[in-house]
């Protein structure tokens, strides 16, 4: 059905009424004809009210963070402060160009130089760099430092990386990217690594080791250090993919334990905005020993101030991004590290860890839960009960929760769990915003086994009903068509 976009439209009406110049004309004479119009652009005719209204009315059809609670597993949808959003856009900073002498950036350049340090105090790692700007980046970024680092050692023959089958899918993608052959590992009943399965693929070949720590199912690898053994055993590296790293602040130093490179999401972990696309932050930290393969350049300092710092060049792997990263997201990760110290830091892991372990058993009697002892900063339930009694999916009851006002949670991942729901509070919401989730959840489960069909039907609330996802793909129309 055609449809228009001009439906506040009224003739006549308008926002602004702007002043003819005797400019306009005289540069309208310099054009060529064939480049004019022969008729007005056909646009609404609204006032600056109808255009306010029309776009906060569809604002509000979308969920957002400060609309309410966010549960996406391994996403970390949380509340970034607004004081940091401010100090962020101050002209000291916005209006300063990458290009200028260093001597005009010591504030910026210091900035940068301290959350440097305060990441590898925060990690545990030798040295940090800013440039990477996305988590896969960083990933990326990792990873080729391993490459490099067996490259510089003649370890030609290393061709393998192992990552966990409860991996993100960035994991194997990105070793792909670099030209290793992935290795899939097992799980175990536990729901962490399988230690006996590992021993039995690890070999000469072994280049590395990709793990997420905290893992996609909320649960500490209390056999890292054993883990890492068994690669270090073979002069094989560690990655920790750092995307649930706000579940250690404070607690755990990953640099401590045996990893050697870490990625840091700073829209997830420091609180810088996430969602849209970007921009990111994905910083990467290693052991001394990579420091060498670091991307040029870091973030110096001497008795002459702060510069930057291309000293590793030769060993270096390059530049993976245009100057220094995405400045603007870095500021906010240094305001949030400085506002809360370390104390705050602890504190807002301790609370991750809390909200999702209250969750989880205000949840646990309702839906089934395969791993579920004590959880860190997520966890993963399932519809496996719903759907055998009452035929209703994951997806039914995803659906069903934009109704009741919440997004859904993160579904059909990890891969291990059929049907499963990845649920992350975050440390940003109160008890009364937990209790409200879960009320809903308790609903939705009742409502399976009175009315499934219910279920089937949902979402009846939101501006789209449900659609038909295999034809979206099949004939898609990113066409919005025009009434004449």
Known sequence: MSKTIFEHSVAGRRGATL?????????????????????????PQVSEMDVMRHYIKLSHQNHFIEKGLYPLGSCTMKYNPKSHEALARHSCFNNIHPCQPE???????????ELQ??????????QVTLQPVAGAQGEFTGIKIIAAYHQAKGNHHKTRIIVPDS??????????????????????????????????????????????????????????????????GVDGLIYMDGANLNALLGIVQPGKIGFDVLHFNLHKTFATPHGGGGPGGGPVGVVEKLVPYLPVPLIGKNEE???????????????????????????????????????????????????????????????????????MHEFVADSLWQKKEHGVSTLDIAKRLLDKGFHAPTIYFPLIVPEAMMIEPTETESKESLDAFAAAMLEIAQECRENPELLHEAPLTTPVRRVDDVRAVKVLDVAFPIED
Do not use: W
């Open 19 to 43: 002043p003819q110049r005797e400019l306009d004309s005289k540069i309208q004479d310099l054009i060529s004809p064939e480049y004019l119009r022969e008729a007005a652009p056909r646009l």
């Open 167 to 232: 991996a993100h899918g960035t994991n194997p993608a990105t070793c792909s990217l670099v030209g290793y052959d992935v290795v899939e590992l097992r799980s175990n009943a536990r729901g962490r690594c399988d230690l006996e399965h590992l021993k039995s693929i690890v070999d000469e070949n072994t280049a590395g080791f990709m793990l997420t720590n905290p893992n996609t199912l909320g649960l500490f690898e209390d056999q890292i250090e054993e883990i890492a053994a068994i690669i270090h």
């Open 103 to 113: 001597s005009t950036l010591q504030g910026s350049l210091e900035m940068l130089y």
């Open 117 to 126: 340090k305060d990441l590898a105090e925060i990690s545990g790692m030798s």
């Open 305 to 375: 101030g702060y510069f930057f710092d291309y000293g590793h060049a030769g060993s270096s792997i390059g530049k993976v991004h245009t100057f220094y990263g995405n400045f603007a997201v870095l500021l906010r990760a240094y305001f949030y590290i400085k506002m809360l110290g370390a104390e705050g830091l602890r504190r807002i892991s301790e609370n991750a860890v809390i909200n999702a372990n209250y969750l989880m058993a205000l949840l646990r009697e309702h839906y089934h839960i395969q791993y579920a002892g004590p959880c």
